[in-house]
């Protein structure tokens, strides 16, 4: 029988593995979108105070720039603000590196590392820097949302992340012509979009309701069609200088803008703007219904070329990225023929400024130029997954907009008093569990582009209703778009998306509190 010493350690040991025991590893934070590798290293966390440096290289402008966005986050109330340097420092900081060589980071991926002694975030280009910065920002505690309460130190835990996104294109589109928002309104869609890490802002300018978008030597548009919207409200547009503020605001949030006029259908705020667009030259009424599918431009007048292309040339001239929309859905009013003469032409128009052409999933049906890209939103219908296919192989490719799970018009559940309901109820849940490869068949992977979560306006008309209409589901729509299928899963997910709620009510988003997430309890912490 041991002696009392011997019993004594004994036992002292048997506590201690006990007390290990019975310490709950340290869980993983609560990323949304999740990055592709998370190690939670444990140990003390880094504090940001209002004295943290942040670290570029010397002449490194874009890093500066991002880290200034950082620093907007950080600012308190009282206008401290952590200092940009560029300079080593030997007090915990916060390094942000660009390497043109890390090839395995991509142009969105990054790597983070934080433990006490300071963080360290390395992109390949500007892009990963900032969706670093997001991730880093995700892990600070909610409270950092809300400027008046950051007068308290920032904790974050110690972690290893490397992280690059599955898809290229992860997106929203915001019809602003059924409902006008103005400039403020898009640049507050846009910063929500960006802590996600979604990289398009797909604004739909035009329909039936309202023209969005001012065109020089064309007045007509924003005079006429510019001045109604759904139920009869003033309605609105971007003047040029609108909208080349909005473009370079995403731009500096790494977003694209995709602008879409759509056409031939959903047209009656041109035509009764423009009357030679009508057969008959007669302009008709405006129009403040939601009824679809009534109207089309008249195919065999040169004069509705002369329109596309003023309108393509100027919207291709003040927009940076590679693509313009023209949209070609619910066009009932043309014969097939028809149809596919004018989206030939309107292609053409496209490519000769310079961008490529989008358009919903019915411009499938008609020839489309190498090149082109079809954003499907009926995958269910075996025509579509035939002729998506059929574009596929002669060089399109393809963004998935499933209405039956991300359009965010559609009502979450039966509650909500906002929303339509002709594609099903879209819940949280719908928006988050499925897949891109495979929802058409036949499409590989290597054909798809991305994801992209349409938001109609039909019931929406205040910044705030498109706020409760995208979140929470905007959210498993970013993850749908950036994280490997691999590892995903609803039951897991559901609990981290819970604990972006004080996040988000820092932040004042008026946001669904749908039934299917284990919201928390109490406020902001």
Same mark, same amino acid.
């Given at each position: 029988?041991?002696?009392?010493?011997?019993?004594?350690?004994?036992?002292?040991?048997?506590?201690?593995?006990?007390?290990?025991?019975?310490?709950?590893?340290?869980?993983? =934070?609560?990323?949304?979108?999740?990055?592709?590798?998370?190690?939670?290293?444990?140990?003390?966390?880094?504090?940001?105070?209002?004295?943290? =440096?942040?670290?570029?290289?010397?002449?490194?402008?874009?890093?500066?720039?991002?880290?200034?966005?950082?620093?907007?986050?950080?600012? $308190?109330?009282?206008?401290?603000?952590?200092?940009?340097?560029?300079?080593?420092?030997?007090?915990?900081?916060?390094?942000?590196?660009?390497?043109? $060589?890390? @090839?395995?980071?991509?142009?969105?991926?990054?790597?983070?590392?934080?433990?006490?002694?300071?963080?360290?975030?390395?992109?390949?280009?500007?892009?990963?820097?900032?969706?670093?910065?997001?991730?880093?920002?995700?892990?600070?505690?909610?409270?950092?949302?809300?400027?008046?309460?950051?007068?308290?130190?920032?904790?974050? =835990?110690?972690?290893?992340?490397?992280?690059?996104?599955?898809?290229? *294109?992860?997106? %929203?589109?915001?019809?602003?012509?059924?409902?006008?928002?103005?400039?403020?309104?898009?640049?507050?869609?846009?910063?929500?979009?960006?802590?996600?890490?979604?990289?398009?802002?797909?604004?739909?300018?035009?329909?039936?309701?309202?023209?969005?978008?001012?065109? =020089?030597?064309?007045?007509?548009?924003?005079?006429?069609?510019?001045?109604?919207?759904?139920?009869?409200?003033?309605?609105?547009?971007?003047?040029?200088?609108?909208?080349?503020?909005?473009?370079?605001?995403?731009?500096?949030?790494?977003? $694209?803008?995709?602008?879409?006029?759509?056409?031939?259908?959903?047209?009656?705020?041109?035509?009764?703007?423009?009357?030679?667009?009508?057969?008959?030259?007669?302009?008709?009424?405006?129009?403040?219904?939601?009824?679809?599918?009534?109207?089309?431009?008249?195919?065999?007048?040169?004069?509705?070329?002369?329109?596309?292309? @003023?309108?393509?040339?100027?919207?291709?001239?003040?927009?940076?990225? @590679?693509?313009?929309?023209?949209?070609?859905?619910?066009?009932?009013?043309?014969?097939?023929?028809?149809?596919?003469?004018?989206?030939?032409?309107?292609?053409?128009?496209?490519?000769?400024?310079?961008?490529?052409?989008?358009? *919903?999933?019915?411009?499938?049906?008609?020839?489309?130029?190498?090149?082109?890209?079809?954003?499907?939103?009926?995958?269910?219908?075996?025509?579509?997954?035939?002729?998506?296919?059929?574009?596929?192989?002669?060089?399109?490719?393809?963004?998935?907009?499933?209405?039956?799970?991300?359009?965010?018009?559609?009502?979450?559940?039966?509650?909500?008093?906002?929303?339509?309901?002709?594609?099903?109820?879209?819940?949280?849940?719908?928006?988050?569990?499925?897949?891109?490869?495979? %929802?058409?068949?036949?499409?590989?992977? $290597?054909?798809?582009?991305?994801?992209?979560?349409?938001? *109609?306006?039909?019931?929406?008309?205040?910044?705030?209703?498109?706020?409760?209409?995208?979140?929470?589901?905007?959210?498993?729509?970013?993850?749908?778009?950036?994280?490997?299928?691999?590892?995903?899963?609803?039951?897991?997910?559901?609990?981290?998306?819970?604990?972006?709620?004080?996040? *988000?009510?820092?932040?004042?988003?008026?946001?669904?509190?749908?039934?299917?997430?284990?919201?928390?309890?109490?406020?902001?912490?």
């Amino acid at each position: 029988m041991p002696g009392p010493s011997r019993l004594i350690a004994l036992l002292a040991a048997l506590l201690a593995a006990s007390s290990a025991r019975s310490q709950p590893a340290p869980s993983a =934070p609560a990323l949304i979108p999740m990055p592709l590798q998370l190690e939670v290293v444990g140990g003390p966390p880094f504090v940001f105070t209002s004295r943290t =440096p942040l670290v570029v290289e010397p002449g490194d402008a874009e890093a500066r720039r991002v880290a200034g966005l950082l620093v907007e986050v950080l600012r $308190t109330s009282d206008e401290g603000a952590p200092p940009v340097v560029e300079a080593e420092t030997t007090t915990p900081s916060v390094r942000l590196l660009t390497q043109s $060589t890390r @090839d395995d980071l991509g142009a969105e991926g990054y790597q983070l590392s934080v433990s006490a002694q300071g963080v360290t975030l390395t992109a390949a280009a500007p892009a990963g820097l900032f969706y670093g910065v997001q991730t880093l920002r995700q892990l600070m505690p909610p409270r950092v949302e809300y400027t008046a309460a950051r007068h308290r130190p920032l904790a974050v =835990p110690a972690v290893e992340v490397t992280d690059r996104p599955r898809f290229a *294109w992860r997106g %929203m589109m915001l019809d602003v012509a059924r409902h006008f928002f103005g400039v403020e309104d898009v640049e507050r869609v846009v910063d929500l979009m960006a802590l996600y890490k979604l990289n398009r802002l797909h604004l739909h300018l035009s329909d039936d309701q309202g023209w969005r978008i001012e065109i =020089p030597g064309r007045p007509a548009l924003t005079e006429v069609g510019g001045r109604t919207e759904v139920g009869g409200g003033p309605g609105g547009f971007y003047t040029t200088s609108d909208y080349d503020r909005i473009v370079r605001y995403a731009a500096e949030r790494f977003v $694209t803008v995709v602008p879409e006029v759509d056409l031939p259908g959903h047209t009656n705020a041109a035509l009764a703007s423009v009357p030679e667009l009508n057969c008959d030259g007669v302009a008709p009424e405006p129009y403040t219904g939601i009824r679809v599918g009534f109207s089309s431009v008249c195919v065999d007048r040169e004069a509705t070329y002369a329109f596309v292309d @003023d309108v393509v040339r100027e919207l291709a001239a003040r927009t940076p990225g @590679d693509e313009v929309h023209l949209g070609g859905d619910e066009v009932r009013e043309l014969p097939p023929t028809d149809y596919a003469r004018f989206v030939a032409r309107a292609q053409a128009i496209v490519r000769r400024h310079g961008k490529r052409f989008v358009g *919903w999933d019915e411009v499938a049906e008609v020839d489309l130029a190498p090149g082109a890209t079809v954003q499907v939103w009926r995958p269910q219908l075996a025509s579509t997954g035939q002729a998506v296919r059929r574009a596929v192989d002669a060089g399109a490719r393809v963004v998935l907009s499933p209405s039956d799970r991300i359009y965010l018009d559609m009502k979450a559940d039966s509650s909500m008093v906002l929303g339509l309901t002709w594609a099903g109820l879209n819940g949280v849940r719908d928006a988050y569990d499925w897949e891109p490869v495979g %929802m058409v068949e036949g499409v590989p992977e $290597t054909a798809i582009r991305g994801v992209e979560a349409p938001l *109609w306006t039909e019931t929406v008309g205040t910044v705030r209703d498109v706020e409760f209409m995208a979140f929470p589901r905007l959210a498993g729509v970013a993850e749908v778009g950036w994280s490997p299928r691999a590892g995903r899963s609803w039951d897991e997910y559901r609990l981290r998306l819970a604990q972006h709620g004080p996040r *988000w009510t820092a932040l004042g988003v008026s946001f669904f509190r749908s039934p299917e997430v284990p919201w928390p309890l109490g406020g902001v912490e």
